[in-house]
């Protein structure tokens, strides 16, 4: 039998051998746009992306966590922790957070979205640490005391009355809700009035404590930065809170699939009083490693991307039946969605569903034509390229891959993908996405008889 002394010498050795691991992922001339990832051997993933031409850096964490790891009862506690965690650490309180980030002139916040939450700050180059510091301080110290909960609960009740007041906004919610039902994917990411009042303090923290193990974050910078000196700063955080609970442990993959169940010819109506109508007519789409999503997001862009797309074209410009129509595509790990929205006069909604779904059943059977798809092309390519132009969005593009995706893409390689889409690819992907039976979401104040006759558009 192995003596505890001599179990703990093992263990000792081992943890001395765990190094941090450094690739090169993507690398660039002289060193722009090269990206290099360190993997610490507590679990924690830290990707950088340098460009020395510029005087800005953008640090970010990003955690492996949505609302579709909640339960119902915890419908709500992924956007109510990313609020708390702004609310004071064991270092600073929530003036001393948000005052250090002011006095440099940088910007701070967060976002919560279905399957991650990112957190991050944009500052002067020379500002970096004190970035890394902050984030880091507020992921691995914050208090989440019961007083600052019951504060917090105000402001999120009062983001959730505004985003109800938004009908434009609040349809999105509802369309998930129509494709996915009470399923996780299908409930809005701010919780509801009554799930947000249930969360209490302790149930936020066991939840903190579950999702924010260095495991399942993914550390991203980008900008005039040095990879390795973000390695040390972040390392140095993350040990001094004693944040790595197993001095060797993996990170998490990414997510897996769950085969979602998705809806079909289903309707939802919210009626309301508002001077417009708000309708998402769509279906379900591709999931995110799918490797047609190149040429769905081709498809995305010639029938609903821009000005000179087949619905803007029909809807607004022929006919002038709406200011604002477009469709869009949402990936997840295993599923998605494609789905076109239009805000119209309530007495215009069936002229518009009508329209919106002769283009769709058309594009379906007959594709699109080659001169829109080599149109639709360039406009991707182009709005991918001018849609990386800050710190911001290379930090997002890269924290994103790592946590999502397990891997990096250059700015060439994407370019090169959209570039490979043929038009029989978009017509393929036409024929399988579009050639669905659709499902309807609409709020507005439609009278009965309107509404009774919405089941035509997804008949």
Wanted: proline share 3%; charged share 25%; net charge neutral.
């Amino acid at each position: 039998m192995t003596s505890r002394s001599a179990r703990t010498t093992a263990r000792t050795s081992s943890e001395a051998r765990a190094v941090a691991r450094t690739q090169t992922l993507i690398k660039g001339e002289h060193g722009i746009g090269t990206v290099r990832k360190t993997t610490l051997p507590g679990g924690l993933r830290i990707v950088t992306e340098t460009l020395p031409s510029v005087r800005s850096a953008t640090f970010g964490i990003w955690a492996h966590v949505g609302s579709r790891d909640e339960t119902p009862a915890l419908n709500g506690a992924t956007h109510y922790l990313e609020h708390l965690l702004f609310k004071g650490t064991r270092k600073r309180s929530a003036l001393d957070i948000s005052a250090a980030i002011d006095a440099v002139g940088g910007e701070m916040n967060a976002f919560t979205a279905k399957e991650y939450t990112c957190y991050y700050a944009r500052v002067l180059d020379t500002d970096l640490p004190l970035a890394i510091d902050v984030v880091c301080d507020m992921l691995t110290g914050s208090l989440i005391q019961e007083e600052d909960v019951d504060v917090e609960r105000g402001a999120i009740l009062e983001e959730i009355a505004m985003t109800e007041d938004d009908a434009g906004d609040c349809v999105h919610d509802l369309f998930a809700h129509t494709m996915f039902g009470d399923n996780a994917l299908g409930r809005p990411v701010l919780g509801t009035v009554d799930t947000v009042n249930a969360l209490t303090a302790d149930r936020i923290r066991r939840f903190y404590r579950k999702h924010y193990d260095p495991t399942h974050l993914v550390v991203a910078a980008a900008g005039n930065v040095d990879h390795h000196k973000v390695v040390r700063q972040v390392r140095a955080a993350f040990e001094k809170a004693g944040a790595f609970r197993e001095p060797v442990a993996a990170p998490l993959a990414p997510r897996d699939g769950r085969r979602t169940v998705r809806a079909a010819g289903r309707v939802e109506l919210i009626g309301r009083k508002t001077e417009q109508a708000h309708v998402i007519l769509g279906m379900p789409g591709l999931a995110r490693t799918d490797e047609r999503r190149w040429a769905l997001g081709v498809l995305n862009t010639a029938l609903g991307g821009g000005m000179s797309s087949r619905l803007f074209q029909e809807v607004r410009e022929k006919r002038g039946l709406a200011y604002s129509v477009y469709s869009y595509t949402s990936g997840f790990a295993d599923c998605g969605l494609f789905g076109v929205y239009a805000g119209c006069r309530p007495a215009q909604v069936h002229d518009v569903l009508k329209i919106c779904r002769d283009e769709l059943d058309h594009v379906a059977e007959h594709g699109l034509t080659d001169d829109e798809i080599g149109r639709a092309v360039g406009q991707l390519q182009g709005s991918t390229v001018l849609g990386l132009e800050d710190t911001g969005a290379l930090m997002n593009r890269i924290g994103k891959s790592e946590l999502c995706w397990g891997e990096q893409m250059s700015v060439d390689d994407m370019l090169a993908r959209i570039a490979s889409v043929t038009p029989d690819d978009v017509r393929a992907v036409a024929r399988d996405v579009l050639g669905r039976r659709p499902s309807l979401s609409v709020i507005g104040p439609l009278k009965d008889k309107q509404a009774s006759r919405l089941h035509d558009a997804v008949a």
